[in-house]
Nanobody, 120 residues
Framework: QVQVVESGGGLVQAGGSLRLSCTAS????????MGWYRQAAGKERELVAV???????TYAASVKDRFTISRDIAKNTAYLQMNNLKPEETAVYSC??????????????WGPGTPVTVSS
């Protein structure tokens, strides 16, 4: 069984920065895609950034040039550096990781999320 846990959320003033981490653990042979998503109160979950084996990560247009996704493959960990945060980006940020374990048993797992509050 594979589990994903996020950390690094908290309260920050507008214009400030936070760095989120997301680590997968369990029977893992390889993690493929690692993605960050967010869901604000009363809104649908939206993609923030995704990183795969491709050299170029994918970002939502609203965060490009302010957020940076990266990963440490050896640690099955993804990071999201968020700069110049805006109050409207207050949300629960969740991580999704997919890949496979022994016998090519695939997984696609979400973490419980970490709340980010940006005060004005």
């Amino acid at each position: 069984q594979v589990q994903v846990v996020e950390s690094g959320g908290g309260l920050v003033q507008a214009g400030g920065s936070l760095r989120l981490s997301c680590t997968a653990s369990g029977n893992i042979v390889q993690v493929n895609a690692m993605g960050w998503y967010r869901q604000a109160a009363g809104k649908e979950r939206e993609l923030v950034a995704v990183i795969t084996g491709s050299p170029t990560p994918t970002y939502a247009a609203s965060v490009k040039d302010r957020f940076t996704i990266s990963r440490d493959i050896a640690k099955n960990t993804a990071y999201l550096q968020m700069n110049n945060l805006k109050p409207e980006e207050t949300a629960v940020y969740s991580c999704n990781e997919d890949g496979f374990g022994p016998a090519y048993c695939t997984f696609d797992v979400w973490g419980p999320g970490t709340p980010v509050t940006v005060s004005s």
